[in-house]
């Protein structure tokens, strides 16, 4: 059974509210369309390792669920996903049977009704009570009677207090304590901590950032439209440090005219400005042949290809994934963009013939978690290592790409250090390229450290966490 047509059933309820937090409801909330619109993308999550941020949206408009309806089904799917860890340690420590043994659409929807109880301001009786029968309908009343002991525990105390009683001491454990503390897998804590060198204070602001709600950004693609014009057009703000960047602070951007006109496109901040920096490296002789090693979906190769056509150049597009390939052609439609199906490592380009390339590579993805809700929980550590052998190779592939005096960027969405200046440092060491100052090339943007690579934060620059190593290759 789905949630779509939830059964209605009379009489009184049978189990009350949790003792001393609120008047017991006469009957059962019905199912209401938010609250199962969330759940059933936390499902498509766990079942389908879909993701949260393309099922909600779908869902939503397939169902005509607009206003306050949306906006509490978007709370509840993207919240629940990201608490997930805290929440199952909250759940674990009031089941009597460890949560693998739990059937997984029950899971799902203890979690949604846990989130509700520790994470909003729904009233406690609505929250237990509309899971309570969200698992009997799926699950049948033993289940029912299942959730509802579970949910009333959790009921018992807030946040803060299960936090306090479950994280580990945060004098001996201070990143897993943290970690806790802000719903994130211990790991991913650490690589955060490890890439701001250890200032916990600046790392609780790190991760409280990956769980505040991204703002939009919008590009005001070159040689279209300003992003001042772009800014009055959609009620936005120019960006603080894009020249081409607008936000917006919520709103379903496919619905903006300029976007539905090609002229804008969504796209991060911070995307942009890497985007933007390997374009302003000056340099002495050609300028007219750009490279996107690693192009899909296409948002840089937008920007690029936009950048260069104003100078009569080109770009060629390499992306591996046919799929991908053809959201690039769509990006990059009516500019000077050649699309390649390929391996970026192998692309059969003619070596020494570009000079600007872009080395966006594929990554964990730490950098972009306020855009992914369920990400976290599904990264897993030991993505890490296949991750940085790809993203070694491609830079390598780059280095040989680009002509001698040429730019190379290396990109990634993470603050991973693996990824990251282990990767830029490597690279230095055997290619002999000149490693440039990435600060550079981001003017006016603060707290940039100590270079020469580029990491921006969410929490110092409102972007997405993407690093930045530019190399020149060596005149011969
Ligand atoms: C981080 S995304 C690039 C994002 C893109 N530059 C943008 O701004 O929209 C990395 C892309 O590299 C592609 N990819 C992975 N391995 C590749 C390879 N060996 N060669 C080329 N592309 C690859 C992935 O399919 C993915 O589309």
Excluded at 228 to 255: F, K, M, R
Excluded at 388 to 417: D, F, N
Excluded at 418 to 434: F, L, P
Aim: proline share 7%; charged share 25%; glycine share 10%.
């Amino acid at each position: 059974m789905t949630f779509h047509q939830p059964r209605r059933r009379g009489g009184p309820k049978k189990s009350g509210p949790p003792r001393g937090r609120t008047e017991a409801p006469r009957r059962p909330p019905e199912l209401d369309p938010a609250r199962v619109a969330a759940l059933e993308t936390l499902r498509a999550v766990r079942e389908r390792d879909a993701y949260a941020n393309l099922v909600l949206p779908k869902l939503l408009r397939e169902r005509k669920i607009t206003g306050r309806d949306a906006a509490l089904a978007t709370e509840l799917g993207y919240g629940t996903s990201r608490a997930q860890g805290l929440l199952d340690a909250v759940l674990a420590a009031c089941a009597d049977r460890p949560l693998s043994e739990v059937d997984g659409r029950v899971l799902d929807v203890l979690r949604l009704g846990a989130y509700q109880l520790l994470r909003t301001r729904i009233p406690a009786h609505a929250a237990v009570a509309s899971s309570v029968d969200m698992v009997r309908v799926e699950a049948g009343g033993g289940a029912g009677g299942f959730a509802n002991a579970v949910l009333r525990k959790v009921a018992q105390q807030d946040e803060q207090a299960w936090v306090e009683q479950l994280a580990p001491p945060a004098d001996t454990d201070p990143i897993g304590n943290l970690a806790l503390r802000t719903a994130h897998p211990k790991w991913i804590a650490q690589s955060f901590a490890d890439a701001l060198g250890g200032a916990r204070a600046e790392l609780a602001d790190a991760l409280a950032a990956d769980d505040a709600r991204p703002g939009v950004h919008l590009l005001a693609r070159p040689g279209e439209i300003s992003a001042d014009e772009l800014a009055a057009i959609t009620g936005g703000d120019v960006a603080p440090y894009s020249p081409y960047g607008v936000h917006l602070e919520s709103g379903d951007p496919g619905e903006l005219d300029p976007v539905r006109q090609h002229l804008a496109a969504v796209q991060d901040e911070g995307s942009q400005l890497v985007a933007v920096a390997l374009s302003r490296v000056p340099l002495t002789g050609s300028d007219q042949r750009w490279l996107d090693l690693c192009a899909g979906p296409g948002g840089k190769a937008n920007l690029l290809g936009s950048l260069v056509a104003i100078e009569g150049g080109t770009l060629d597009a390499v992306e591996q994934a046919e799929h991908r390939a053809k959201l690039v052609r769509q990006a990059t439609e009516g500019l000077p963009v050649t699309v390649h199906v390929g391996d970026g490592r192998d692309s059969g380009l003619p070596e020494g013939s570009f000079d600007r390339v872009l080395v966006d590579a594929p990554c964990t993805g730490l950098g972009a978690l306020r855009r992914r809700p369920e990400a976290r929980w599904r990264r897993k550590p030991e993505d890490v290592g296949g991750l940085t052998k790809i993203q070694r190779e491609l830079l390598r592939a780059a280095m040989t790409l680009v002509r001698p005096g040429g730019v190379v960027g290396y990109v990634v969405c993470s603050p991973h250090l693996s990824e990251t200046v282990g990767i830029a440092v490597d690279t230095a060491r055997r290619s002999k390229a000149e490693v440039l100052d990435a600060r550079e090339y981001f003017p006016g943007v603060p707290d940039l450290g100590d270079g020469p690579y580029v990491q921006l934060w969410p929490h110092r620059h409102g972007t997405d966490a993407m690093f930045c190593a530019l190399f020149r290759r060596p005149e011969e």
